[in-house]
């Protein structure tokens, strides 16, 4: 029936009570209800909620809370996702590590060197390296795979860094600080490369657009200012009314206009309790123009963080108001709404392989929530796109990896030589013995089994092997692939030790195993086989 007049009073089953992220009913949407529900429920769009725009869904199948971290003792500032590694950062001066297997915090975490609050921390491109700003005016640089500190980097005044980025190849890192100044830095000199300042506000929010040409910036004054990447200030505008908190970019890009330009979409929030969406044409960047496409509502609160989904199809917002939104970027629709913290949300992450979502509070505790694959990251296209861009790799994380290998005394040689991720995978033992001039044959022979290692990573990626074919575990292509207890499919192998080691939880979901049975998935087996002999024919016609 089509509903008429306006729903009165706080009833059961008569109000929506402050937004449309409220069930008709009144009952509260967090994970652990909606899971022992089951129900359907109606939720109304995200730009004001009408009968004709309500999204149905089954609540429980899409997302699900399935880990808590409670190892800070103070508010969580932010989360942040690389391939292997989730890294939090807290009032309580540390950064925290966890490995994505099965969440347990990695030996060499927590990581201590700031002297006052973390304010945010990021990965590089390739997750070798951490970067986290504070209270104490620094920016420092972290090797991921040993947890010590690579650099210290000081604001030029001594003033508290709210935020850092790096840019999509890892060439740069922004810090932005309270007094409005932002610093470009060389990551593979360590020095300053340009530095410049907001005219009013402190610098609160950065977001480098996916090609790296460019970034934008937030201001505690509302203010949303595009850079280049020489520093050049091309654009500003005010954004939101009582100051931007956080903004993102969508890693896909969006076609449009007469000339079929193509945009980059960015999401700001800010104090105005709003998120709004932008488009960025690429067309011309010295006519750089943010244009306004629509505002997401939702919250009855400042809105503090937001961040898009890794395909860009979600868009994931936390709140003052305790509550995470998940939007539907396409039609701007409220797909669910988290309420399993207790005070402010301060950050939201999704991860870039695996369908998860980390969110971070003042209630000291991050919870890691899994959405469903098949129903939200299905046709995404990012099998278009590898998983280990070890090309892109800079010289700096190209040293990085060979400190991780055990390889620290042929830093300089590589630096020297200015070996970067393309070049590195060019290598050969005779470019290793006459170029290089290792003349240890040991020396070169580890050298080249730990290049080819990361060629087969690549090669591996470049055949677009589906997702599905490969085991959770390794990231490898299937065998023997087996059915644990838990749904899920893995290498026989890998699981058998998996289980061997006493996990008894599965290393997807981190929930007990309810049997330690294996059954062979003979469906999944042929229907790899069927895959890899397709292969083989198109290698054999190319």
């Known amino acids: 029936r089509r509903l008429r007049g306006p729903l009165r009073g706080r009833g059961q089953g008569a109000a929506l009570g402050p937004g449309p992220r409220q069930l008709i009913s009144g ?91 973390v304010h945010c921390c990021c990965f590089s491109h390739s997750g070798h390296i951490l ?35 790096f840019s999509p190849d890892s060439a740069y890192l922004v810090s932005g600080a309270a007094d409005g100044s932002i610093v470009l830095w060389n990551v593979q000199s360590l020095k300053l490369y340009r530095s410049g300042s907001v005219k009013d506000g402190s610098l609160v929010a950065c977001a480098f657009s996916p090609n790296g040409n460019l970034f934008v910036t937030g201001s505690s004054c509302g203010d949303l200012t595009i850079w280049d990447d020489k520093m050049r200030c091309l654009y500003n505008e005010k954004g939101h009314d009582l100051g931007v908190t956080c903004c993102d970019f969508s890693s896909q890009a969006v076609s449009g206009g007469e000339q079929g330009s193509r945009y980059f979409r960015m999401a700001s929030c800010g104090q105005d309790n709003q998120i709004k969406l932008w488009l960025i044409s690429l067309a011309d960047l010295l006519g750089c123009e943010l244009k306004y496409e629509c505002t997401l509502n939702g919250h009855s609160a400042p809105v503090l963080a937001c961040a898009f989904s890794y395909d860009g199809q979600m868009l994931v917002s936390g709140s003052v108001d305790k509550s995470i939104i998940i939007h539907d970027t396409k039609t701007g629709s409220i797909l669910h709404t988290l309420t399993q913290h207790t005070r402010y949300v301060t950050t939201c992450a999704f991860a870039p392989d695996i369908p998860l979502l980390a969110t971070g509070s003042m209630d000291k ?107 959770p575990i390794t990231r490898e292509l299937m065998k023997e692939p087996v059915i644990a207890a838990d749904g899920y499919s893995y290498e026989k192998e890998a699981m058998e030790n998996w289980i061997r080691k006493k996990r008894r939880s599965s290393p997807m979901t981190n929930l007990p195993l309810q ?28």
């Open 131 to 165: 970067a986290s700003c504070s209270t104490d005016g620094t920016t420092m640089l972290w090797n991921t795979h040993n947890g010590q500190t690579l650099a210290v980097l000081k604001q030029p005044r001594g003033s508290p860094v709210r935020v850092c980025r």
């Open 27 to 117: 009952e509260r949407t967090d994970s652990a209800h909606v899971a022992s529900a089951g129900r359907w429920h109606w939720l109304g769009h995200g730009c004001g909620v009408t009968w004709a725009q309500v999204t149905w869904f089954k609540a429980d199948k899409m997302v699900k809370l399935i880990h808590t971290l409670a190892d800070h003792s103070d508010d969580v500032n932010y989360c942040a996702f690389s391939s292997s590694c989730l890294a939090t950062c807290s009032l309580d001066k540390t950064i925290r590590l966890y490995s994505l297997n099965n969440f347990t915090e990695l030996p060499y975490s927590p990581l201590k060197g700031h002297t006052y609050a």
């Open 365 to 471: 505790t991050v919870n890691i929530w899994q959405f469903d694959p098949k129903q939200h990251f299905a046709g995404s296209g990012l099998e278009d796109e590898p998983k280990m861009s070890i090309e892109n790799w800079s010289e700096e994380e190209v040293s990085v990896w060979l400190c991780a290998q055990g390889l620290k005394d042929l830093v300089g040689i590589f630096k020297m030589n200015n070996i970067d991720g393309k070049e590195l995978l060019s290598l050969t033992k005779h470019s290793l013995s006459n170029d290089l001039k290792i003349e240890s044959l040991g020396l070169r022979s580890k050298v080249f089994r730990k290049i080819e290692e990361l060629r087969s990573n690549v090669d591996s990626v470049s055949l677009g092997i589906p997702d599905e074919f490969l085991c």
């Open 515 to 542: 049997s330690l049975i294996l059954t062979p998935n003979r469906t999944l087996k042929m229907a790899i086989n069927r895959w890899l002999e397709t292969q083989q024919k198109y290698n054999e016609t190319t």
